[in-house]
């Protein structure tokens, strides 16, 4: 099966059936998607045959994918429901071993009976099916990109750590602009539809012997097999952290999602269960799957939930006290050899008389990097200190562009870091730059407080099973 999966993210060979000429068409916005980084080859396919023209490349349009006179890794399938049986069995005679099925009234639609015989013909020649009513499979490390939604209307995010797979395709959708936006980089998206062969355990399993995924996140509206997703889960989260965002969590939402996928949304607090069970971190929003994400594919998990904050503005530090003493964690006690560092530098003159030490760590609004680097460094020293929180009000004139040096010497330590920006460009600006030395920076205090509970949470999961 895992074999299936490699040539599914890196085929040497995709046929695109229901390929189109007419823009705005399904089968051309996806030859046009798939045509425009990946560097193997691509093989249109319709019946009435003759020439496509795309991103400034000419392909010879075959009239079935048994006329391709090379092997076919990968068919992406975008005809009418009714004609999908019968190409499937022509894609396995062709020997063809993954199909992404775009096509959608099957199950969603009422036709159950469809979507059986779609998998009863893939099962006879032993291809995995992806979908039906998919949008698609994205591999952001080799360009293979068969998402129809064309890349002029829905930018694709660089390439990083964050793989996502989704039930909703529009869902999905906004979730990789919002990913390119924010520049959160991703290494694999995967829009799973009806899920009437392949489902979100087959991608858990695999992605969780992905060396290029460090973070697995997935919207779920409900799971195919409970049993399966329960043990699948509870083994890859011990490999990496597993972010699901669950809807249909109300009795009006999972009816909504029984019309949608044709997916069995099931009791909420069940999954809740399953989840806690199985170390997998729920997140409650777009935003929030997002927050858990990126802190957990640019920070190790921390190894206990005793937070120090570092700040420049009290407001801030007394919100994220707030925010991380109602999520479960502890604002520490600094150790008494800390604060003998602390009031022998402002006897010396290096820090002033007027900032406070005690946790929250204020270096009051007139603080240069410098001083920003002495708190950070005590902090990170106290054994107390499991995961470190820096705010910075980047409006302050005297907060200088060395924090970003700074805080990359900072990583030595190896506790978690997780830095808070609130404002408009200059913030923006910054944040991007801190981001390259590999520190999460975010917007809200409240997002903040997000990354430090992921850190902790999943720390907790790895130490009760012996792996941290």
């Known amino acids: 099966m895992a074999g299936n999966l ?11 059936i229901g390929a189109s000429n007419v823009r705005g068409k399904i089968g051309n916005s996806i030859m046009r ?8 080859k691509v093989y249109p396919v319709n019946v009435k045959g003759g020439e496509i023209e795309v991103n400034g490349k000419k392909f010879k349009v075959y009239r079935s994918v048994k006329e ?22 022509e894609c396995g005679e062709k020997g063809v071993k993954v199909a ?17 015989e779609l998998v009863k013909r893939a099962k006879k020649w032993g291809i995995r099916v992806v979908g039906p009513n998919c949008l698609g499979v994205t591999n952001l490390e080799n360009g293979f990109d068969c998402n129809f939604n064309p890349p002029e209307r829905q930018a694709r995010p660089p390439f990083g750590k964050v ?40 991608f858990m399993a695999y ?36 972010v699901i965002l669950k809807a249909g969590r109300t009795e009006a939402g999972a009816k909504a999602a029984a019309s949608h996928t044709g997916s069995l949304a099931g009791s909420y607090k069940i999954y809740q269960a399953a989840f806690e069970q199985t170390g997998v971190l729920e997140a409650k929003s777009m935003r929030q799957l997002f927050n858990y994400a990126k802190a957990l594919a640019m920070q190790s998990p921390a190894k206990g939930n ?7 503005g009290g407001g801030a530090g007394v919100m994220m006290s707030d925010g991380l003493l109602e999520r479960g964690m502890k604002l520490t006690e600094l150790t ?39 708190a950070m460094r005590y902090a990170l020293e106290d054994p107390n200190v499991d995961v470190l929180v820096v705010i910075a009000l980047f409006q302050s004139p005297a907060l200088d562009e060395g924090i970003v040096d700074a805080l990359e010497r900072m990583k030595a330590y190896g506790k978690p870091i997780v830095f808070v920006a609130p404002g408009g460009d200059y913030p923006h600006k910054m944040a991007r730059n801190i981001e390259l030395k590999g520190i999460p920076v975010y917007e809200t205090v409240e997002d903040g407080v997000d990354a430090v509970y992921a850190l902790v949470k999943y720390g907790e999961w790895l130490r009760e099973n012996g792996r941290l």
Do not use: C
């Not at 775009?102 to 969603?108: D, L, N, T, V």
């Open 6 to 16: 490699e040539f599914l993210f890196y085929p040497r060979s995709v046929a695109v």
């Open 33 to 40: 998607s798939i045509t425009l980084r990946f560097d193997g």
């Open 68 to 89: 391709i006179p090379d092997d076919v890794d990968v068919a992406v399938i975008a005809v009418p429901a009714k004609f999908v049986p019968d190409v499937i069995d």
């Open 100 to 116: 992404v099925v775009i096509s959608a009234g099957f199950k969603e639609a009422g036709r159950a009976d469809l979507e059986e």
């Open 163 to 202: 793989a996502f797979m989704s039930q909703s395709g529009a869902f999905g959708a906004a979730i990789l602009d919002w990913a390119a936006s924010h520049k959160i980089g991703m290494s694999k998206f995967i829009s799973l539809g009806n899920m009437a062969d392949l489902d979100e355990s087959d």
């Open 207 to 242: 992605l969780g012997d992905d060396p290029k995924t460090g973070v697995i996140t997935a919207y779920l509206e409900g799971v195919k097999d409970g049993r399966k997703f329960f043990n699948t889960a509870k083994e890859v989260t011990l490999k990496k952290p597993v």
């Open 306 to 312: 005793r937070v120090a904050i570092v700040t420049n």
């Open 336 to 374: 008494e050899e800390t604060n003998e560092k602390f009031r022998r530098d402002i006897e010396e003159g290096k820090l002033p008389e007027h900032m406070s030490y005690k946790n929250p760590i204020d270096v009051i609004g007139d603080a240069p990097s410098s001083r920003y680097e002495i």
